[in-house]
């Protein structure tokens, strides 16, 4: 059978050589998984790896342990943090609420205890439709008692969403950035590709009149606060890590450090994940103290960092990162293709 792809004819057999199908189902919908890979993690919980390289760390810890946290900064003074809690309160733990809310303030306060004077926090966070837009909305207020400055509510807009027929699709991730001190803002990292449209918009500087396009700065548009030109990772993408499943786009962290860091900084991420942030500190020159308290992640994040500096790649598309190990096609069995989504309840998917 022959697939057409951009007017050649290219062979089925040859199609599925050049993208495995073969990726982890994931890890949070399946402890069988889990438990498979956790003999061959590196980290247990309280290790810290030190990278051969001595760029950065991750450690596999609890960010709301703060010798623990103190312990992977060690002498370090990060100028910014990226922190993506998991705010699945469902999927998660049963929190309440307020018990969410307590359990953040504890790793607001120890973020802000390791930052340097000048430093920059930014936090991803889920506002649920059908639950009072919690837990972004206490989030919100709580942080007010606290010593970090609000600065922008920024929206990045996802494209696969969570639709219903009597309400808008949710397809918006929150992003709130705060600051301690005066940091960096290096505007240039604001820029998108998206060239400037609007034309004719004519205003009277010193005496000359100019048009819109010859005031600006650049011909392409600011990204602002509402970031619609990231695309959501899905596992066509190099940069996918399956078995993830609240892997942010790197394009996305890389906005974030190129705006709010500097070449050589330390960066701080206590909830690494499939270790986005560690890879684009890697990428941007900046140096990583990550943490995640599991240690399949740690050890997923570790992997990521490593692939890429063997392979220059960003991730492992539609493969995963125990290939080695896991030999099997994962797909076969009971464990059926990932990104092929049992349906979710709509209110119920916030990552
Ligand atoms: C939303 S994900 C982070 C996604 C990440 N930004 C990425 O792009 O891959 C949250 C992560 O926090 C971890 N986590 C949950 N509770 C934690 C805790 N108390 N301390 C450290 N990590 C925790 C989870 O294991 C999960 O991997």
Redesign the pocket.
């Known amino acids: 059978m022959l697939a057409i792809r951009a007017g050649v004819a290219v062979p089925e057999v040859v199609r599925s050589f050049l993208m495995k199908n073969n990726p982890l189902p994931r890890l949070d919908a399946t402890s069988e998984w889990r438990d498979r890979l956790l003999p061959h993690c590196r980290l247990k919980f309280g290790d810290i790896w030190q990278d051969p390289e001595g760029k950065h760390r991750v450690g596999c810890?609890?960010?709301?342990d703060s010798e623990a946290v103190s312990a992977l900064v060690d002498g370090l003074s990060p100028t910014l943090a990226i922190q993506?809690?998991?705010y699945n309160l469902v999927a998660f733990e049963r929190r309440s609420i307020q018990e969410y809310i307590d359990w953040s303030r504890c790793w607001v306060r120890i973020t802000h205890a390791v930052l340097a004077e000048h430093a920059s926090l930014y936090v991803w966070l889920g506002a649920d439709q059908n639950d009072g837009f919690q837990p972004l909305a206490d989030f919100i207020v709580m942080m007010r008692q606290e010593p970090l400055a609000p600065r922008s509510f920024i929206t990045m807009r996802n494209q696969r969403g969570y639709g219903t027929q009597k309400n808008w699709m949710a397809v918006r991730q929150e992003l709130l950035y705060y600051t301690k001190g005066n940091p960096v803002f290096n505007v240039e990292a604001e820029y998108t590709d998206i060239p400037k449209i609007l034309r004719g918009y004519y205003k009277d500087v010193n005496g000359v009149l100019t048009e819109n396009l010859e005031r600006g700065k650049a011909d392409t548009i600011r990204a602002g606060n509402v970031w619609v030109d990231v695309q959501q990772v899905f596992y066509r993408m190099e940069e996918n890590v399956s078995g993830?499943y609240?892997?942010?786009p790197l394009k996305s962290v890389e906005r974030i450090m190129r705006a709010s860091s500097n070449k050589g900084d330390a960066i701080l991420d206590?909830?690494?994940?499939?270790?986005?942030?560690l890879l684009a500190a890697e990428i941007l020159g900046r140096s990583c103290l990550t943490?995640?308290?599991?240690p399949v992640?740690c050890e997923i994040s570790i992997r990521r960092l490593e692939h890429y500096r063997r392979t220059g790649k960003l991730g492992w598309q539609n493969g995963h990162p125990f290939e080695r190990e896991v030999s099997e096609p994962v797909t076969t069995g009971k464990v059926a293709a990932p990104r092929r989504r049992r349906e979710q309840p709509a209110e119920r998917t916030l990552?």
Not at 61 to 64: G, Q
Not at 271 to 277: D, E, I, L, R
Not at 291 to 294: K, L, N, R, S, V
């Open positions: 810890l609890d960010a709301t993506d809690p998991p993830c609240a892997q942010k206590l909830f690494a994940h499939s270790g986005s942030t943490a995640d308290i599991d992640f990552f």
